[in-house]
Structures are given as C-alpha cells and as structure tokens.
C-alpha cells in the first residue's frame, strides 16, 4: 500500500497546478510536507488544504538571499520533487540572451543548484527519493519551443547522473515527463487556438489530456518505499498521444 507516513518532501513550484497537487497528496498519504515558491499568498492557500504537518517557506528560486534562506531552514528530507518550471514560446530567430537566462534559470539552473546545495549541506536522508518533473517535449519539441525542449532535456540528463553519483547512498532520481495537462498551461494553449482546431489537437490523445492528479500519482509511487529499485528512469504520461497513428 503506498504510504509516505513519517517522510519529509519538499516540493518546490508548490503554490498551483502539479505542485500544489503533489503536496495535497503527500499530505493525504501522511508526509510532512514543505511547500515553497515565489508567491505567499497562493502558497498560504495551498497550505489551508493541508495539514498542520505542513510548512510554507516563500522562496524565488533564482533570487540568491531567498535561496540561501530556503536550504538554511530546511530539515533533512526524505524527499524532494522539483515542480519549479516556466514555459515561453520564442522562435528560435527571436531568441536572446535573456530569454534563455529567464527559462534556464528556473527549469535547469534552479534544480542543479539546489541539489547541489542540498547534498553539500546534508540535507538528504539515505534512501531519499528526488523526483524532476520534465516534458514529453524534451524528446519530441515543438514550434516556438526550442528553449522549453532543450531545458528539459538537460533536465534529464543532468537527473540520470544525480542519480548515478548518489546510488551509494540509496538515493534515487527519477523524471516524470508529462504531455497536455490540465493546468495554466492547458489554458493558454487553448486560449491559443480557435475551438475547431483546439478539439482537433485533443483528439489525438486517445486517453484524453492528463489531470494534475494522474501526474501526482506516479509522483507519489516514485517517492515512496515501493519504488526503492527504481533509478535514473524517465516516465512519460502522455495519456497514448505518442502512440497514435492518426496525425493530420
């Protein structure tokens, strides 16, 4: 049965989508779970769904102070799953340097340098699960999405040699790599298309689009006991989109 009673997780990208649903259910299943990201007042309401085992430390990821203060008030951790992540459609004769400073330092550099900052500051448990949440577009891109796609491709890799260096002390690093889900992004990629074109693009996923729910789920397997023997794999959830034939 699964079950993190007793685990501590952090989730960053905590305040909406999949990681306020990632915290709710590591909270159901018994964690106690710290919740950060930029925004308080999201982050205070996610936080009245939980239980008082629940914690709040507002944080800008790429803001040093607010960094440096998230790792200093940490307690050691069972678990970490990094939600933390930005997406903006640039084509690639529009992009500048500070386009890809804005979508790399939330997407790659903010996951290398907390776990660098967590190992070095001893905050991982042996046995601790960390869990990347990547995109089905790191191995299949997009237009207007080189940044996004190549972000999360460095992503995985740099979690397989987290995962690599760490195996001595147990601890794993896995990928999640979802499709469509239905969340702000869902929204925008609507509000993107007219309704006959946006049902047409729906209709290739033959299990529909992904709930922040079913994302959240594997989550919850991955940092759980029941997946000890799970390392360095990428999981892709894209409701059967990539195994369907019917393109047009």
Request: hydrophobic share 45%.
């Amino acid at each position: 049965m699964l079950n993190l009673k007793g685990k501590t997780i952090l989730v960053t990208g905590a305040s909406s989508g999949i990681g306020a649903c990632v915290a709710k259910l590591c909270d159901d299943l018994g964690a106690n779970v710290i919740l950060t990201a930029r925004s308080k007042a999201k982050l205070t309401e996610v936080k009245s769904k939980l239980s008082e085992r629940s914690q709040v430390i507002v944080a800008d990821l790429t803001d040093e102070n607010e960094f440096q203060n998230l790792i200093l008030n940490l307690t050691a951790l069972d678990g970490f799953v990094h939600c933390a992540g930005k997406i903006q459609p640039f084509p690639i004769k529009f992009i500048k340097q500070k386009h890809i400073d804005e979508i790399f330092s939330v997407n790659l550099n903010s996951a290398i340098l907390l776990s660098s900052n967590l190992l070095k500051s001893k905050k991982f448990k042996n046995g601790a699960s960390v869990v990347f949440i990547s995109s089905i577009s790191a191995e299949f891109p997009y237009m207007g999405g080189a940044l996004y796609s190549a972000s999360k491709s460095a992503l995985e890799s740099f979690a397989r040699s987290f995962a690599l260096e760490n195996a001595s002390m147990k601890i794993r690093a896995n990928i999640v790599s979802p499709a469509l889900v239905k969340t702000e992004m869902f929204e925008q990629t609507k509000n993107a298309y007219d309704e006959a074109d946006f049902e047409k693009f729906i209709s290739h996923y033959p299990l529909g689009v992904g709930e922040p729910q079913d994302v959240a789920n594997t989550i919850a397997f991955l940092l759980s006991d029941l997946s000890k023997w799970i390392t360095g794999t990428t999981i892709r959830m894209d409701g059967g989109l990539l195994l369907n034939s019917k393109r047009d």
